[in-house]
């Protein structure tokens, strides 16, 4: 169950600094983030699927996901972590490749995939959920934003809390770079819990899930961020 922070086309430093949890079962075999082959992308690596939550291009392409939380996902779906991969290889800017994807969005369980192009400041939205609704996209505005297991921008009591304190360190460091270690441990590594949930699972492991950084014995959390000086 993942969560990211970003702002996108706000800094005047940065067009897009990222922060992202990756929360996964031990058991789950995962490449570090590092140049793939080929040279081109950078990023970490499902090696059960063999795709990625998180990744970028040297063409100043990013793409990233988190799962929709949801009961009875599908038993034969294709692998989402392919998405943002296919992204990254592709000729196609956001808005084409979203719309690609929407025509066979039915055939993922529930996703969140931002997808975004640095030169073209371009940032797409893409997701299959809620079930009721048609799958959609839609441009990301520029300024912060926040995504969890849940559509852009809902603000679960832990992304209200890593939203409001991501704007209030960006504040601090002002038009000054910014220190991605601290900006980690004090934003990613919260271990706050909840007691409103989204009642989504069982109480027991809605509570577990409600902090930012998740902290049982069976997951890890990966901690990512990735931060772009302006392209010239």
């Given at each position: 169950?993942?969560?990211?922070?970003?702002?996108?086309?706000?800094?005047?430093?940065?067009?897009?600094?990222?922060?992202?949890?990756?929360?996964?079962?031990?058991?789950?075999?995962?490449?570090?983030?590092?140049?793939?082959e080929g040279g081109?992308?950078?990023?970490?690596?499902?090696?059960?699927?063999?795709?990625?939550w998180l990744a970028?291009?040297?063409?100043?392409?990013?793409?990233?996901?988190?799962?929709?939380?949801?009961?009875?996902?599908?038993?034969?779906?294709?692998?989402?972590?392919?998405?943002?991969?296919?992204?990254?290889?592709?000729?196609?800017?956001?808005?084409?490749?979203?719309?690609?994807?929407?025509?066979?969005?039915?055939?993922?369980?529930?996703?969140?995939?931002?997808?975004?192009?640095?030169?073209?400041?371009?940032?797409?939205?893409?997701?299959?959920?809620?079930?009721?609704?048609?799958?959609?996209?839609?441009?990301?505005?520029?300024?912060?934003?926040?995504?969890?297991?849940?559509?852009?921008?809902?603000?679960?009591?832990?992304?209200?809390?890593?939203?409001?304190?991501?704007?209030?360190?960006?504040?601090?460091?002002?038009?000054?770079?910014?220190?991605?270690?601290?900006?980690?441990?004090?934003?990613?590594?919260?271990?706050?819990?909840h007691d409103k949930?989204?009642?989504?699972?069982?109480?027991?492991?809605?509570?577990?899930?409600?902090?930012?950084?998740?902290?049982?014995?069976?997951?890890?959390?990966?901690?990512?961020?990735?931060?772009?000086?302006?392209?010239?």
């Amino acid at each position: 169950m993942c969560i990211a922070v970003f702002i996108w086309q706000s800094h005047p430093l940065y067009p897009l600094i990222l922060l992202l949890n990756r929360d996964e079962y031990h058991s789950r075999p995962t490449k570090a983030a590092g140049w793939w082959e080929g040279g081109e992308i950078v990023g970490g690596r499902d090696e059960l699927g063999g795709g990625t939550w998180l990744a970028c291009s040297k063409s100043g392409k990013v793409a990233f996901l988190t799962n929709f939380r949801e009961k009875d996902p599908l038993q034969h779906a294709k692998s989402r972590g392919e998405l943002p991969v296919r992204f990254l290889q592709s000729e196609k800017g956001p808005s084409e490749f979203a719309d690609e994807i929407i025509k066979e969005a039915d055939e993922y369980n529930g996703f969140n995939l931002v997808v975004a192009d640095l030169h073209c400041k371009a940032m797409v939205y893409v997701t299959n959920r809620p079930k009721e609704k048609k799958p959609s996209s839609m441009q990301v505005s520029f300024g912060a934003h926040v995504l969890t297991n849940a559509s852009l921008d809902t603000l679960w009591p832990k992304a209200e809390r890593l939203l409001g304190n991501f704007k209030e360190m960006i504040n601090t460091y002002g038009e000054s770079e910014v220190n991605a270690h601290e900006m980690v441990e004090k934003l990613m590594t919260d271990t706050t819990k909840h007691d409103k949930t989204p009642g989504i699972l069982s109480p027991q492991f809605e509570h577990q899930l409600s902090s930012i950084f998740v902290d049982t014995d069976t997951s890890i959390v990966c901690f990512s961020i990735i931060y772009f000086n302006y392209l010239h």
